[in-house]
């Protein structure tokens, strides 16, 4: 059965702190594994695609990598604007698009 | 990429009635989802629109709970019937463009039920 677990459940940071987000994935042929960013009461943000072993991808203090069983969502000098809940999704081969979503991180920034 | 609007942004319902959420995309997509998220969890796909013919149900999901339309390219509906307070949740719309593999989201729409 495909499946997504991310650690840790929560993180508190202190600003300029730099952290990792982990992401564990079980899937049957993977097509895509993807990383969003949630605020409160919105929808999930698009941050990254990653879709083979070796693949990175950065935007601002992101950084996105992936392995075969797993993806990391590293956090270079965060701010508290980064403060979001962080989810982790993967698209198997055979899925028709579905993709299946983690639990998420909460990750909080303290100024 | 797609800009996804939903409507209303949120609702508060009485038991037993039914509620309709609109899901508009600013550009042609090929495929369209549902989602439910309830307080503090993850994101839980209930369907697949199709356009043009019924949607395909996860696990879990009946049609005659959460009745789905998708007119055109870029439209689409969820009703969520006979609510119950256990129905109360954030209901997310999702759309993958023409070009690539990424769904992008839309603000999603608040529901509490009395």
């Known amino acids: 059965e495909d499946q997504v677990t991310q650690s840790p459940e929560a993180l508190r940071l202190q600003e300029g702190e730099s952290s990792s987000l982990n992401c564990s994935y079980t899937v049957s042929g993977l097509r895509g594994l993807f990383w969003y960013r949630q605020d409160p009461g919105k929808g999930p943000e698009f941050l990254f695609t990653l879709y083979s072993a070796g693949e990175e991808k950065e935007k601002e203090r992101l950084k996105a990598t992936l392995t075969k069983k797993e993806s990391f969502l590293h956090i270079t000098a965060p701010k508290p604007e980064d403060s979001a809940t962080y989810l982790c999704?993967?698209?198997?081969?055979?899925?028709?698009?579905?993709?299946?979503f983690g639990s998420g991180t909460r990750l909080s920034i303290r100024p | 990429s797609a800009v996804i609007s939903q409507k209303p942004s949120r609702d508060i319902c009485q038991r037993g009635t039914s509620l309709t959420i609109q899901c508009q995309v600013d550009s042609q997509v090929t495929m369209m989802f549902w989602y439910r998220q309830q307080p503090g969890q993850s994101l839980t796909l209930i369907a697949t629109?199709?356009?043009?013919?019924?949607?395909?149900?996860e696990s879990g999901f009946v049609i005659d709970k959460f009745p789905i339309s998708r007119p055109n390219l870029t439209f689409s509906t969820l009703t969520v019937s006979n609510m119950s307070p256990e129905d109360s949740s954030i209901y997310l719309c999702s759309a993958i463009p023409v070009v690539g593999d990424t769904q992008y989201f839309g603000p999603g729409t608040r529901l509490t039920v009395l």
């Open positions: 999704a993967v698209q198997a081969a055979s899925s028709a698009s579905k993709i299946i």
């Open positions: 629109a199709n356009q043009g013919s019924e949607a395909t149900y």
